[in-house]
């Protein structure tokens, strides 16, 4: 009973996480509504957020940045790539098109409670900043990097299931040089799943 009871825990939360990743996908790249264009004359970094498994197996780092329109003193929080700053601005934090340089990203809430407090506080320490979407939020410049991602995941878990399924039926018919390939890739699909959830 027990071990039904646990198989049928196992079925849902599979179910779950596979309804996750392509809704939250579909979702991203369908958002019209949140997806917003702004102008930005600068920018400078603000916050550099390191993800690890008990703090040893590392997932990937999110880095946080201000971007500021010069004439009216608006500023965006914006998450974007490690090199995003040195391939958009000079040494002095200033754009390297002369008349600054248009971001279109996803606008989406932090939802990390400590990120989102850290970044609020940081950013409520710059005078004269305003920031029209709040400090609790920020442009998402690789929500379309991120939602493809989670389609591949998405596929490759459905291919890991059917195939794990496979090997587990068939456990005397099948060959120990497939099932450690099955492993190997179960691990890389357990290590990418986790930098998504991150």
Request: aromatic share 10%; with cysteine; net charge negative.
């Amino acid at each position: 009973m027990k071990k039904k009871i646990g198989n049928v825990f196992l079925i849902l939360l599979g179910i779950v996480m596979l309804l996750y990743l392509l809704i939250t996908a579909v979702l991203d790249l369908t958002n019209k509504e949140d997806l917003h264009t702004v102008h930005v004359d600068g920018a400078f970094a603000i916050l550099e957020l390191e993800h690890s498994i008990n703090g040893l197996i590392p997932i990937g780092t999110d880095y946080y940045y201000v971007g500021v329109e010069e004439e009216t003193l608006d500023a965006y929080l914006i998450k974007a790539p490690k090199n995003w700053l040195e391939k958009n601005f000079d040494s002095e934090n200033m754009s390297l098109q002369a008349d600054g340089m248009q971001i279109t990203a996803l606008l989406k809430k932090v939802s990390d409670f400590e990120t989102a407090r850290e970044l609020s506080s940081r950013a409520s320490q710059i005078e004269e900043l305003q920031y029209p979407f709040g400090t609790e939020y920020c442009l998402d410049l690789g929500y379309k990097q991120m939602a493809i991602k989670k389609l591949i995941l998405f596929v490759l878990s459905i291919i890991i299931i059917i195939t794990g399924i496979s090997i587990f039926k068939k456990t005397n018919d099948v060959k120990p040089a497939v099932v450690k390939c099955w492993l190997v890739a179960l691990i890389i699909w357990l290590v990418l799943l986790l930098g998504v959830f991150r």
